[in-house]
């Protein structure tokens, strides 16, 4: 049984991985979306500062982002369910 407890074990650390990942892509979208706010907020405050890098910037954090939510899902896709006690 000693085998089947580590794969118990290895697939507990697995979903809790998942759910930390699946954590973290909540908080990127949160914060990318927190930073186009500030982005439009600076170009109203002052129409002649250069936000171009920045918004260049961010909408490659969106893209990371949308990366990290598809192998999110195909990992949590493979994940097998928790063993039944």
């Not at 089947?4 to 990942?21: E, G, H, K, R």
């Not at 979208?29 to 907020?41: F, H, L, S, Y």
Request: proline residues 6%.
């Amino acid at each position: 049984m000693a085998a089947q407890d580590d794969i118990n074990a290895a697939v507990a650390q697995i979903q809790a991985t998942m759910t930390d990942v699946g954590n973290q892509v909540t908080a990127l979208g949160t914060d990318v979306t927190a930073i186009q706010a500030e982005i439009a907020a600076l170009q109203q405050a002052n129409p002649t500062v250069d936000t171009s890098a920045l918004n260049a910037a961010v909408a490659q954090l969106a893209q990371t982002q949308a990366g990290l939510d598809a192998a999110v899902t195909a990992v949590t896709a493979i994940v097998p369910p928790a063993p039944a006690p």
